[in-house]
Nanobody
Framework: VQLQASGGGLVQAGGSLRLSCAVS????????VGWFRQAPGKEREFVAG????????RYADSVKGRFTISRDNAKNTVYLQMNSLKPEDTAIYYC?????????????????WGQGTQVTVSS
């Protein structure tokens, strides 16, 4: 399974970005997908996750109400819509795939990772 994250960039506080994660190599609908992020000097943390069917989602408290995760199984792509961005959202964002029904909060449950895309939010 290969994952390719894209859509990062520089945005002002209060702005929006949409990240995409294109997944190839195996049956996409067999995998739950999560987004994680790592800010400079900090550990990588969970941001959002979506089940393989798309019916179940979960979010870190820090992004709940601002970020929305979704997936299009016909396009083998997962999206992370990020609104009301804050400077503290600045990080490298990674998508990861987990073979199973539901997403997980825990990084070690994800066997496949993309290369990351940089998101920078200026104040």
């Amino acid at each position: 399974v290969q994952l390719q994250a894209s859509g990062g960039g520089l945005v002002q506080a209060g702005g929006s970005l949409r990240l995409s994660c294109a997944v190839s190599g195996r049956t996409f609908s067999s995998y739950a997908v999560g987004w994680f992020r790592q800010a400079p000097g900090k550990e990588r943390e969970f941001v959002a996750g979506i089940s393989r069917s798309g019916s179940s989602t979960r979010y870190a408290d820090s992004v709940k109400g601002r970020f929305t995760i979704s997936r299009d199984n016909a396009k083998n792509t997962v999206y992370l819509q990020m609104n009301s961005l804050k400077p503290e959202d600045t990080a490298i964002y990674y998508c990861a795939a987990h073979y199973g029904y539901d997403s997980s909060w825990y990084q070690h449950h994800y066997a496949y990772w993309g290369q990351g895309t940089q998101v920078t939010v200026s104040s």
